[in-house]
């Protein structure tokens, strides 16, 4: 069946502008999380949707960054006033629900994003 | 917080070899301990998982064992092949309320050579 798919797969955009990120995950999943990955390092936590709400948007590092998942499936995940600081490549993962041991999260692709 | 560190890459080994990447980590309680795996080209996906100490995880000829002691969980294959080329990700999530969310190391780079 199909993966979590996540557009676009790059996106290059100048210090200053607003980005959207989309997330499609597995259909059926209940848990869809946001994870950043910059470069060197390990995909860090953002969010957590647990349906349609977030139960868990600790991981945010400000208010710029902001994400909804309206009906419970798609996410998009909205930067503002972009910073050269945020270039990274942006993961998505869905999951059945639960624990990560019990319910594997399966990643999306990601997003890679450039800020100019 | 809880931390996970691995063995800095990249690893360059021949086909056949045998493989070790090391991963210890920092945490409160009993968290779970994973292995995940990023082909080129692909999406992470979990290679294998253990839930407590002495907890055996293996797949695709894989394996990592938990031990509490050392608080480690080394990823180690006793013959790899090119198809293994990877970047691997040690990974916990704690065993309370959060148990969700991961916390990742930083990835090791493996190329294996024919």
């Known amino acids: 069946g199909a993966g979590v798919s996540q557009t676009p797969s790059n996106k290059v955009t100048e210090k200053g502008k607003y980005v959207e990120l989309r997330c499609d995950p597995i259909s059926g999943h209940t848990a869809l999380y946001w994870y950043r990955q910059s470069l060197g390092q390990g995909p860090e936590f953002l969010i957590y949707?647990?349906?349609?709400?977030?139960?868990?948007d600790s991981g945010l590092p400000n208010d710029r960054f902001f994400a909804v998942r309206p009906e419970g499936s798609v996410s998009t995940l909205k930067i503002q006033r972009t910073e050269r600081g945020d270039s990274a490549v942006y993961l998505c993962?869905?999951?059945?629900?639960?624990?990560?041991?019990?319910?594997?999260?399966?990643f999306g692709n990601g997003t890679r994003l450039t800020v100019t | 917080g809880d931390s996970v560190t691995q063995m800095e890459g990249p690893v360059t080994l021949s086909e056949e070899a045998f493989l070790t990447i090391n991963c210890t980590y920092t945490a409160t309680g009993y968290p779970s301990l994973f292995w995940y795996v990023q082909y080129p080209g692909e999406g992470l996906q979990l290679l294998l998982k253990?839930?407590?100490?002495?907890d055996k995880g293996s797949n695709k000829g894989f394996e990592a064992t938990y031990r509490k002691e050392t608080t480690s969980f080394h990823l180690e294959k006793g013959s790899v092949q090119v198809s293994d080329s990877a970047v691997y990700f040690c990974a916990l999530s704690e065993s309370g309320g959060s148990n969700y969310k991961l916390t990742f190391g930083k990835g090791t780079l493996l190329t294996v050579n024919p």
């Open positions: 253990a839930t407590k100490a002495d």
């Open positions: 949707f647990q349906g349609t709400g977030a139960a868990d």
């Open positions: 993962a869905s999951s059945k629900g639960g624990s990560s041991y019990n319910s594997p999260l399966h």
